[in-house]
């Protein structure tokens, strides 16, 4: 049964009940601290959307009718308990502010967050920080539900219902060993159809760099790649160990292969009209993110 329209008078109410403890109208007026004829207004329209007489005024002040005295017996534990709901918000707004949690996507959370936690905690020395890895997918549910205060995701789709902001670029990159075959034409570009029967080494699903690879392959192709030597792996370095083997191509951030390539340990394949740069995302439940985590996120597009 839906709560009638004028039980979310709860003001008029608790206003009715200093009526009945102080006997008059101005007193109560003053211990709110509105006037006398704001009071004067606000009981008189209770009294007509409840359809009862609630009050007698006279010179000598205000006395409760017998109805008056009815809503005001039953209005003490309805205004008992709105006060009990509005301190419980309060705590938990201040537990809040002096948390923080973040779920990151695996890119972000090895190469980026790091150095945007320390920063944080250089202000906020005694701020408690938590930091949870995620695939993209699962960082949107965090948020979502209020488990993140930020997230920060590598996919190339970004929920309507949660506010947004991107906070830089990373590429994806197509990697092998440096023996494996397809290196020697590491100076000639493939073409997008190369890729359809390559062993390729993937994220699994719900991961933004898969996401985002399969969307612009698909992009390339004009239709949607089939792929049956593909691998879905639940981590860069697992990929990373499997190219490393010769079990195929990797396709992984830049940021996470940079070293092997420029060791030459591993080789990167390009391919033509296929662009792998992509933003990346912090993301916020509601309209505007929290203190701490506005702060976390100016720190992030510096």
Same mark, same amino acid.
């Given at each position: 049964?839906?709560?009638?329209?004028?039980?979310?008078?709860?003001?008029?109410?608790?206003?009715?009940?200093?009526?009945?403890?102080?006997?008059s109208?101005?007193r109560?007026?003053h211990?709110?601290?509105i006037?006398?004829?704001?009071?004067?207004?606000?009981?008189?329209?209770?009294?007509?959307?409840?359809?009862?007489?609630?009050?007698?005024?006279?010179?000598?002040?205000?006395?409760?009718?017998?109805?008056?005295e009815a809503?005001?017996?039953?209005?003490? %534990?309805?205004?008992?308990?709105?006060?009990?709901?509005?301190?419980?918000?309060?705590?938990?707004r201040?537990?809040?502010?002096?948390?923080?949690?973040?779920?990151?996507?695996?890119?972000?959370?090895?190469?980026?967050?790091?150095?945007?936690?320390?920063?944080?905690?250089?202000? !906020?020395?005694?701020?408690d920080?938590?930091a !949870?890895?995620?695939?993209?997918?699962?960082?949107v549910?965090?948020?979502?539900s209020?488990?993140?205060?930020?997230?920060?995701?590598?996919? #190339?789709h970004? #929920?309507?219902?949660?506010?947004?902001?991107?906070?830089?670029?990373?590429?994806?990159?197509?990697?092998?060993?440096?023996?494996?075959?397809?290196a020697?034409?590491?100076?000639?570009?493939?073409?997008?159809?190369?890729?359809?029967?390559?062993?390729?080494?993937?994220?699994?699903?719900?991961? %933004?760099?898969?996401d985002?690879?399969?969307?612009?392959?698909e992009?390339?192709?004009?239709?949607?790649?089939?792929?049956?030597?593909?691998?879905?792996?639940?981590?860069?370095?697992?990929?990373?160990?499997?190219?490393?083997?010769g079990?195929?191509?990797?396709?992984?951030?830049?940021?996470?292969?940079?070293?092997?390539?420029?060791?030459?340990?591993l080789?990167?394949?390009?391919?033509?009209?296929?662009?792998?740069?992509r #933003?990346?995302?912090?993301?916020?439940?509601?309209?505007?993110?929290?203190?701490?985590?506005?702060?976390m996120?100016?720190?992030?597009?510096?």
């Open positions: 049964m839906p709560l009638p329209p004028w039980i979310s008078d709860l003001p008029a109410l608790d206003l009715l009940i200093s009526v009945a403890e102080t006997g109208v101005g109560a007026a211990a709110h601290g006037t006398q004829p704001s009071a004067s207004a606000r009981l008189t329209k209770l009294e007509r959307r409840l359809g009862v007489p609630l009050l007698v005024r006279s010179r000598k002040g205000s006395l409760l009718t017998p109805a008056g809503v005001v017996a039953w209005s003490h %534990g309805v205004v008992d308990a709105a006060r009990t709901l509005a301190d419980g918000v309060l705590t938990l201040a537990d809040r502010q002096a948390r923080l949690h973040v779920s990151a996507s695996l890119t972000v959370a090895e190469h980026l967050l790091p150095a945007w936690l320390l920063a944080l905690r250089r202000t !906020h020395p005694g701020l920080i938590s !949870h890895v995620a695939n993209s997918h699962d960082v549910e965090a948020v979502r209020g488990t993140a205060d930020l997230g920060f995701v590598e996919s #190339p970004i #929920p309507a219902d949660l506010g947004s902001r991107p906070v830089g670029e990373d590429r994806l990159v197509l990697v092998v060993d440096a023996g494996y075959p397809l020697a034409r590491a100076g000639r570009a493939l073409r997008p159809t190369d890729l359809a029967d390559q062993p390729l080494l993937l994220r699994e699903p719900g991961s %933004g760099t898969r985002t690879f399969l969307s612009r392959l992009q390339a192709l004009g239709y949607a790649p089939v792929l049956p030597h593909a691998i879905s792996l639940g981590s860069t370095t697992t990929i990373l160990a499997t190219v490393r083997a079990g195929g191509i990797g396709v992984i951030s830049s940021r996470a292969a940079a070293a092997a390539v420029t060791a030459g340990e080789v990167e394949l390009h391919v033509d009209g296929l662009p792998l740069t #933003p990346l995302h912090a993301l916020w439940l509601g309209r505007t993110p929290t203190a701490l985590a506005a702060e996120l100016a720190i992030a597009v510096r």
